[in-house]
T-cell receptor, first 111, second 114 residues
Framework: GQQVMQIPQYQHVQEGEDFTTYCNSSTTLSNIQWYKQRPGGHPVFLIQLVKSGEVKKQKRLTFQFGEAKKNSSLHITATQTTDVGTYFCAGRRTSYDKVIFGPGTSLSVIP | EPEVTQTPSHQVTQMGQEVILRCVPISNHLYFYWYRQILGQKVEFLVSFYNNEISEKSEIFDDQFSVERPDGSNFTLKIRSTKLEDSAMYFC????????????FGPGTRLTVL
């Protein structure tokens, strides 16, 4: 079945450093979504990428969707303590398919 | 801002008991979902519901599980005979029409099976 993997599993950074998490799917995706979950909280939608090679930015966050639509990345520039949480990618093979979540990357930011 | 609500926030039950987890999706949304998250692990899809029927379910969603939309607002997940391994956080989510693919998650119900 479809698998979505993420690396790294954990990342500890000094405040101000950059952070990147990578997401890989075993199958080509129709679209990919990114969610953030704060400790003790629920997943909160960040963004959706649909087009091959798409790049979207939200302030210090940059999201990329690979040309083959099988991988994606989230890059945070100059991390802040408010960035702490687990970042999940979630992909679906078609617009009608269920969303498969990756295992997440847990980000810790040391002030 | 509209939000998904879930009750109770924490449910403790004995193994073998039935539990019903309740969700009130955002009012004009059409697609409803249940996910579970075992502590420290990833979010796992359980079931999606549209037009008053299940549209998709995962292998986790076996005969012990059922969903209902008993009225125009509530969306429930029933576990008939709970097992220890059912202990997890259960999230309800909803979204609008297909073009609006953002899923809004509720705060979750923490289920503890003893």
């Amino acid at each position: 079945g479809q698998q979505v993997m993420q690396i790294p599993q954990y990342q500890h950074v000094q405040e101000g450093e950059d952070f990147t998490t990578y997401c890989n799917s075993s199958t080509t995706l129709s679209n990919i979504q990114w969610y953030k979950q704060r400790p003790g909280g629920h997943p909160v939608f960040l963004i959706q990428l649909v087009k091959s090679g798409e790049v979207k930015k939200q302030k210090r966050l940059t999201f990329q969707f690979g040309e083959a639509k099988k991988n994606s990345s989230l890059h945070i520039t100059a991390t802040q303590t408010t960035d702490v949480g687990t970042y999940f990618c979630a992909g679906r093979r078609t617009s009608y398919d269920k969303v498969i979540f990756g295992p997440g990357t847990s980000l810790s930011v040391i002030p | 801002e509209p939000e998904v609500t879930q009750t109770p926030s924490h449910q403790v039950t004995q193994m073998g008991q039935e539990v019903i987890l309740r969700c009130v999706p955002i009012s004009n949304h059409l697609y409803f979902y249940w996910y579970r998250q075992i502590l420290g692990q990833k979010v796992e899809f359980l079931v999606s519901f549209y037009n008053n029927e299940i549209s998709e379910k995962s292998e986790i969603f076996d005969d012990q599980f059922s969903v209902e939309r008993p009225d125009g607002s509530n969306f429930t997940l029933k576990i008939r005979s709970t097992k220890l391994e059912d202990s997890a956080m259960y999230f309800c989510a909803s979204k609008g029409g297909q073009v609006y693919n953002e899923q809004f998650f509720g705060p979750g119900t923490r289920l503890t099976v003893l």
